[in-house]
T-cell receptor
Framework: DQQVKQNSPSLSVQEGRISILNCDYT??????FLWYKKYPAEGPTFLIS?????DKNEDGRFTVFLNKSAKHLSLHIVPSQPGDSAVYFC????????FGAGTRLTVKP | NAGVTQTPKFRILKIGQSMTLQCTQD?????MYWYRQDPGMGLKLIYY???????DKGEVPNGYNVSRSTTEDFPLRLELAAPSQTSVYFC?????????????FGQGTRLTVV
């Protein structure tokens, strides 16, 4: 059972524009959701998180939105930069932290 | 700060051989995890541990074993390696119960079974 789903395997945007990455989940009991960024040949690194009691968390160019009724969260990156090109994973924070399949973001100069 | 350290970085195994992937963390984290990432795929949880002496199966535990005798170390054992275990393995740790519960990952171990 896939508890966290990322249905878009890839996304391409122009530099300076907004990138929106989406994630759906099945378990209403999750406390936290996290976004990780991964470059090739490296381990994932933490990007931003959101508590289930909030609907928005912002950190510089990165904002995560949580829609509990729809069991959906999204990561907004604005403005997008070429260095943002990476694979982005959403994850649920239970004891057994589960990851989505990832979305490969390409930001074109 | 070393963070999470995995060894080896690369390994080629023959079918049927066994090996242990080492993982150690120096952040006094209670939670530790093992994931595998197949080409073009996401991270699949193999095993996790919420503290020394406690381990639990994740999504894909078959063919693997773990132990957690200390807070710092969480080795992953492959018995009777199979080509299906060719993958990149990531170890991670986190401080659950704290306000910031992000996980820190190692650099990965690229394993090829031939």
């Amino acid at each position: 059972d896939q508890q966290v789903k990322q249905n878009s395997p890839s996304l391409s945007v122009q530099e300076g524009r907004i990138s929106i990455l989406n994630c759906d989940y099945t378990n209403s009991m999750f406390d936290y959701f996290l976004w990780y960024k991964k470059y090739p040949a490296e381990g994932p690194t933490f990007l931003i998180s959101i508590s289930s009691i909030k609907d928005k968390n912002e950190d510089g160019r990165f904002t995560v939105f949580l829609n509990k009724s729809a069991k959906h969260l999204s990561l907004h990156i604005v403005p997008s930069q070429p260095g943002d090109s990476a694979v982005y994973f959403c994850a649920s924070n239970n004891n057994d932290m589960r990851f989505g399949a990832g979305t490969r973001l390409t930001v074109k100069p | 700060n070393a963070g999470v350290t995995q060894t080896p970085k690369f390994r080629i195994l023959k079918i049927g051989q066994s090996m242990t992937l080492q993982c150690t963390q120096d952040m006094n984290h209670n939670y530790m995890y093992w994931y595998r990432q197949d080409p073009g795929m996401g991270l699949k949880l193999i095993y996790y541990s919420v503290g020394a002496g406690i381990t639990d199966k994740g999504e894909v535990p078959n063919g693997y074993n773990v132990s957690r005798s200390t807070t710092e170390d969480f080795p992953l054992r492959l018995e009777l390696a199979a080509p299906s275990q060719t993958s990149v393995y990531f170890c991670a740790s986190s401080k659950q119960g704290a306000v910031n519960t992000e996980a820190f990952f190692g650099q990965g171990t690229r394993l090829t079974v031939v």
